[in-house]
């Protein structure tokens, strides 16, 4: 019986602790849009696209 | 350039406009960490929907959908003069959608992301925040081909006197005019919140020695026939798909739209064969001239117009003349010649 509740709150405590941690992460957006590192590795600077002189 | 798409952490939690998350907004997948499969379907430009915007801004986006940054009925009504009715149907469908409107400004433009010009992306304003205004970052983009370059003097010349004072674009066109107030302008021209001289340089705060000069023009010659520091970028033989040429140019002459007074005037790049590739004509071509009345953004107290008369009233040396005229221009343009009378 004593290892039963015991078995039980142990689930509990990793089920709690797996929902705050998934509940704390940051979407993929977040992730990425925050973090200089990763944005200098994925943004690729365009090909120089030329074009006329502009409006205005 | 990365930098432009980095968005400040601090913001998520401050900045209410986030509290619903990313997709919101910009559509994708949060989901995943794969870029390509978190781009799917995103929407780059969110604020180009109004609806938007507007679950807030209600006010705001109500005028602004009629403005002319959001709507650029004043490109269509500046050319439309030269068309039949069959062929402005044909320039709506063809090219006006396509091309001229797709340089409407939405919300963001102004407030969040520069908007992408000839392939320059400056990207965020700064990490995301919805910034009232920084001229530098979105006004110089669209507008870079003429006024803001001529205002800061980049283009060459005396930068303008007002920039010069720490002014920048919003100091005189202020959010009243660029939201708009509902009602629909055919040009910008004809908006009833457009800066004019007028509204901080009052009549009687002038010198002794310039209320005669101001006297003796009144009603005659607008500010800038006199205050524009010199050359600014004229345009020449623009080609759909092609752009057109430029060249730096002073010229003064007759105001197409109000024919008693003399002012600045650009050319206007429209050739005969502008609109070929949409097989547009421009049955009515000459009705409209190459020159409209333009307002330099680079403004001087003194220049060589204020220091002598002669420079107008003798050498006439800035004036339209026949000879100088766009060859195979339009026949409007004649008439927007003329000679300031001579003086001893």
């Known amino acids: 019986m004593k290892i039963g509740i015991k078995l039980v709150v142990v689930l509990l405590f990793l089920f709690t602790a797996g929902f705050l941690w998934a509940a704390s992460k940051d979407s993929g957006c977040v992730t990425c849009h925050t973090n200089e590192t990763i944005m200098k590795s994925l943004v690729k600077p365009p090909l120089d696209a030329g074009g006329g002189e502009g409006e205005g | ?344």
């Open chain 2, 1 to 344: 350039m990365y930098k432009g798409f980095v968005v400040e952490r601090g913001l998520l939690e401050k900045d209410p406009h986030f509290g619903e998350g990313c997709a919101s907004c910009h559509q994708g997948d949060e989901g995943v960490m794969d870029k390509e499969k978190a781009h799917g379907g995103l929407v780059r430009r969110p604020s180009n929907d109004l609806k938007i915007c507007g679950q807030c801004h209600t006010e705001a986006v109500d005028t602004y959908k009629k403005s002319l940054h959001y709507t650029t009925h004043g490109l269509r009504e500046g050319v439309k003069g030269r068309f039949s009715g069959e062929e402005l149907k044909a320039f709506d469908g063809k090219v006006f959608e396509k091309s001229c409107n797709s340089c409407h400004a939405s919300c963001g433009d102004c407030h969040v992301k520069s908007p992408i010009v000839s392939g320059v992306n400056l990207g965020l304003i700064n990490g995301h925040r919805f910034v009232k205004k920084d001229e530098g970052k979105t006004c110089s983009l669209c507008h870079g081909g003429r006024v803001y370059t001529e205002f800061t003097g980049e283009y060459g010349g005396n930068a303008d006197v007002h920039y010069q004072k720490g002014m920048m674009c919003a100091s005189c066109h202020k959010k009243e005019e660029m939201h708009g107030d509902g009602s629909v302008y055919a040009s910008r021209r004809d908006v009833k919140q457009k800066p004019a001289c007028l509204n901080c340089h009052k009549p009687g705060s002038d010198s002794d020695q310039s209320k005669a000069a101001h006297g003796k023009h009144k009603d005659k010659l607008s500010c800038y026939a006199c205050h524009s520091a010199g050359s600014y970028r004229n345009c020449y033989n623009c080609h759909l798909g092609e752009g057109a040429k430029s060249e730096p140019g002073f010229i003064l002459g007759l105001n197409p739209r109000d024919m008693k007074t003399a002012t600045t005037l650009r050319v206007i790049p429209t050739v005969r064969n502008t609109f070929k590739k949409a097989g547009i004509k421009m049955e009515k071509f000459d009705a409209l001239p190459n020159y409209w009345d333009a307002a330099p953004h680079n403004i001087r107290k003194r220049t060589d117009r204020t220091r002598s008369c002669d420079v107008c009233h003798k050498e006439n040396k800035y004036f339209l003349k026949k000879e100088a005229l766009i060859k195979d221009g339009s026949k409007a343009n004649e008439k927007l010649i003329s000679q300031p009378q001579k003086i001893n």
